[in-house]
Nanobody, 126 residues
Framework: HVQLVESGGGSVQAGGSLRLSCAASGYTYSSYCMSWFRQAPGREREGVAHIDSNGRTSYADSVKGRYTISQDNAKNTLYLQMNGLKPEDTAMYYC?????????????????????WGQGTQVTVS
């Protein structure tokens, strides 16, 4: 049973930083992709950053140069370091994971390809 638990959200002023964490359990796939998505009120869930088991990463244009996705395999934890936060980054942030997904041609999997999701953590930038 795969479980993903996000933490680290909060309220910050524009220009500030936050680091999100996603603790994964019951997840032992050798080939996988893990991603951060976000969803603002009234908007569709969008992919923010992706990392696959080959170490490839991919970012949405809106966060390139500001966000960094990483993982600690020993701790089974996914991270999202967010710097230079803007009010438009305000959203619920979700961690997603699944087996046999990859980053292809610089693009991460879509929201429809993931079966495992965390409950989300709110990020508010004012």
């Amino acid at each position: 049973h795969v479980q993903l638990v996000e933490s680290g959200g909060g309220s910050v002023q524009a220009g500030g930083s936050l680091r999100l964490s996603c603790a994964a359990s019951g997840y032992t796939y050798s080939s996988y992709c893990m991603s951060w998505f976000r969803q603002a009120p009234g908007r569709e869930r969008e992919g923010v950053a992706h990392i696959d088991s080959n170490g490839r990463t991919s970012y949405a244009d809106s966060v390139k140069g500001r966000y960094t996705i990483s993982q600690d395999n020993a701790k089974n934890t996914l991270y999202l370091q967010m710097n230079g936060l803007k009010p438009e980054d305000t959203a619920m942030y979700y961690c997603a994971a699944d087996a046999w997904l990859r980053i292809v041609n610089g693009l991460g999997p879509s929201v429809y390809e993931y079966n495992y999701w965390g409950q989300g953590t709110q990020v508010t930038v004012s």
